[in-house]
């Protein structure tokens, strides 16, 4: 094949018409699609574009537990449960396998709900709308929300993320009035508690009781998503089960040796401490993901560990 050049001053001879009519014809349509574009991120249906800034699993972690233990007014089968005043920044923090908290807004309100993931990349999908993106651990997505249409939304997510990616669907609810709650069964919530200007992990429990702490404890498994893999009624299908274990005895595997341990305090710290030390048998494919609690947390946790028989 042999390739001709153009003759010499080609450029410079006039246009046809029928050129120049397509010539036209294409600026017109690109004109029309670049105003489509602009229009339809105003006017149309599609996720929106908000900001977002940098932080850390654990930062954002914190951040949560203490929204959460300023503003919770409930618990829904173990997930806290916030109602925020119109207009506040709320937190929604992903992580496996659930969405925390429960959210009641109000209908026609606005709110700046801030979206980040504990652990691994997860999904937001908002179900029944369209809205849908990616939940990344580094990053704190806010995204601007006015629910428009009283109901319950499912918060569901659609990257999986593990053996208990089925179940990690949350919870909006959008009310007009506080009548609308009994419609959802939530006809006890209780209003938000006192701000001490201490958090979570800072509190002096030095004075608490047994059953401040194990009250204690039970937030603490719920806050840090110990329950997603942790049951409180015999079944063990992501890790042991929390009932009646204290005391117990089971095998654990540590630098591939077989061992029995006794499930104490300090076997209980060391878990959740070193959570890849020591891994009971039958777990192995499913093993705990490091926990950053404090001392307060633990002791706490322990408690609560002791009361379920």
């Known amino acids: 094949m042999t390739l001709i050049a153009?003759?010499?001053?080609?450029?410079?001879?006039?246009?046809?018409?029928?050129?120049?009519?397509?010539?036209?014809?294409?600026?017109v349509?690109?004109?029309?699609?670049?105003?489509?574009?602009?229009?339809?991120?105003v006017f149309g249906r599609q996720n929106p574009s908000n900001t977002t800034y940098k932080t850390n699993p654990i930062e954002f972690a914190q951040l949560h537990d203490e929204y959460v233990k300023r503003n919770m007014v409930g618990m829904d089968n173990g997930i806290p449960i916030v109602k925020p005043e119109p207009g506040s920044d709320?937190?929604?923090?992903?992580?496996?396998?659930?969405?925390?908290?429960?959210?009641?807004?109000?209908?026609?309100?606005?709110?700046?709900?801030?979206?980040?993931?504990?652990?691994?990349?997860h999904g937001f999908s908002l179900q029944p709308s369209n809205m849908n993106f990616q939940v990344y651990p580094d990053?704190?997505?806010?995204?601007?929300?006015?629910?428009?249409?009283?109901?319950?939304?499912?918060?569901?997510c659609n990257e999986f993320c593990g053996i208990g990616h089925h179940t990690m669907?949350?919870?909006?609810?959008?009310?007009?009035?506080?009548?609308?709650?009994?419609?959802?069964?939530?006809?006890?919530?209780?209003?938000p508690p006192a701000r001490t200007g201490k958090g979570i992990a800072e509190e002096d429990i030095s004075g608490?009781?047994?059953?401040?702490?194990?009250?204690?404890?039970?937030?603490?498994?719920?806050l840090k998503g110990c329950m997603a893999c942790h049951k409180t009624d015999g079944t063990s299908e992501i890790g042991p089960a929390f009932n009646n274990i204290y005391g117990s005895k089971v095998n654990v595997k540590e630098?591939?040796?077989?061992?029995?341990?006794?499930?104490?305090?300090d076997y209980i710290t060391m878990s959740i401490r070193e959570p890849q030390k020591q891994i009971v048998v039958g777990f192995e494919k499913t093993p705990m993901a490091q926990m950053n609690l404090t001392d307060n947390e633990?002791?706490?946790?322990?408690?609560?560990?002791?009361?379920?028989?």
Request: proline residues 2%; charged residues 25%.
């Open 90 to 121: 709320v937190i929604l923090m992903a992580q496996m396998w659930r969405w925390s908290p429960v959210l009641i807004l109000k209908k026609d309100e606005w709110y700046n709900i801030h979206i980040s993931s504990k652990d691994l990349v």
């Open 298 to 309: 633990i002791k706490q946790v322990i408690s609560y560990i002791k009361s379920l028989k």
């Open 139 to 156: 990053y704190d997505y806010v995204l601007k929300f006015k629910p428009t249409v009283a109901g319950e939304a499912k918060v569901l």
């Open 6 to 27: 153009p003759t010499e001053g080609w450029f410079k001879k006039k246009v046809s018409k029928d050129e120049r009519m397509w010539i036209i014809i294409s600026f």
């Open 29 to 41: 349509v690109c004109i029309f699609l670049f105003a489509w574009m602009v229009l339809w991120h």
């Open 208 to 222: 608490w009781s047994e059953e401040q702490l194990i009250k204690g404890g039970e937030m603490v498994y719920n």
């Open 169 to 191: 669907i949350g919870k909006i609810l959008v009310i007009e009035n506080d009548a609308d709650l009994a419609k959802f069964g939530y006809n006890n919530l209780s209003a």
């Open 255 to 265: 630098d591939g040796n077989a061992k029995e341990m006794v499930v104490d305090d």
